[in-house]
């Protein structure tokens, strides 16, 4: 069972990535890397334990405010170095980290392939970061309506969180049969595939519901889409968990992905609609070319 954790925001997002990823390793995995933005993007992956992911980036550069990582559990290819997430887009400035099955990423890898992509993993993952990049660049879409376009020819389960290195200030989520969780903090927002990589940094939570997008940006905004491209309006849960507790493997109900609402270790408070801000107001009604196919 694979696990996602991600950061935007003032702080630096290496040690966050690392101490989440280590509050996720009960989940099992092979592998571990992270993503950082810095300028470019730095991304650092072993297999193995987030140990050897630490050993491996001693000396090097960890900086940057915005950054994603991962743990794997090997499902499409061996564990391997190359196999392990994040991975990158063909022309090296999308990077995307997934949990779940792409079912139909044959059928796409070969369109794909025949557009020039070639791929360096065995991975549905990097099909599906692939599928984005063409997107994007074909029809010049924003990162979100690239993604959110992608999603709707994708056939299976996913939590995925893309950044893009020519949008530095932005982060984008999504999920449909694999939990997703967004922290709001203090001009920064965290996610992560449970609430445990994020209770000791705010208790203020989201979890994203299935074909719902999340577009997070550095300045504290955040907007929630679904896949059919309709603005919703999210639900802040404040967890009363205490990270003591935590420590002591002591884990929320929500942290498996629970969608209850009167669970003890949160609350609920609407967000106004008022809160939201439109990032990118004309790039959400873009079409797919003719080219993809539908799946």
């Known amino acids: 069972m694979c696990g996602i954790v991600a950061y935007i925001g003032q702080r630096e997002a290496y040690p966050i990535l690392i101490k989440g990823l280590q509050r996720l390793e009960y989940r099992g995995y092979d ?3 992270v993503a950082l933005l810095n ?3 730095h991304i650092y992956k072993r297999q193995g334990k987030v140990s ?3 050993d491996y980036t001693d000396g090097r550069d960890k900086s940057g405010q915005v950054g994603i990582g991962h743990t794997r559990w090997a499902t499409h290819g061996q564990p391997n170095h190359i196999n392990a997430h994040p991975h990158t887009s063909g022309n090296g400035h999308l990077t995307l980290v997934h949990n ?4 139909n ?3 796409l890898k070969k369109a794909l392939e025949k557009l020039g992509h070639s791929f360096q993993s065995e991975t549905d993952t990097e099909v599906l970061v692939h599928l984005i990049e063409e997107l994007q660049s074909r029809d010049a879409l924003s990162l979100e309506e690239a ?3 992608a999603l709707s020819r994708v056939i299976g389960a996913y939590a995925i969180v893309v950044i893009d290195e020519r949008e530095p200030g ?3 989520a999504a999920r449909k049969g694999s939990p997703l969780v967004l922290g709001i903090g203090d001009d920064e927002f965290l996610v992560a595939s449970d609430a445990t990589p994020i209770i000791e940094h705010t208790k203020r939570v989201v979890y994203l519901k299935d074909e719902e997008i999340a577009v997070l940006s550095r300045d504290g905004y955040m907007q929630i889409k679904t896949i059919g491209n309709e603005v919703q309006t999210p639900y802040i849960q404040e967890l009363t968990l205490e990270i003591e507790r935590l420590e002591k493997g002591v884990r929320p109900l929500h942290a498996q992905g629970d969608s209850r609402t009167d669970h003890n270790d949160c609350r609920l408070h609407a967000w ?3 809160c939201h801000r439109r990032l990118d107001p004309t790039g959400w009604c873009r079409r797919i070319p003719e080219s993809i196919p539908a799946g």
């Open 31 to 33: 592998s571990a890397g």
């Open 39 to 41: 300028g470019g993007m």
């Open 52 to 54: 050897d992911l630490i």
């Open 100 to 103: 779940g099955i792409i079912e």
């Open 105 to 107: 990423y044959a059928l």
């Open 147 to 149: 993604v959110r376009v």
């Open 170 to 172: 932005k982060l984008v």
């Open 272 to 274: 106004s609609t008022e």
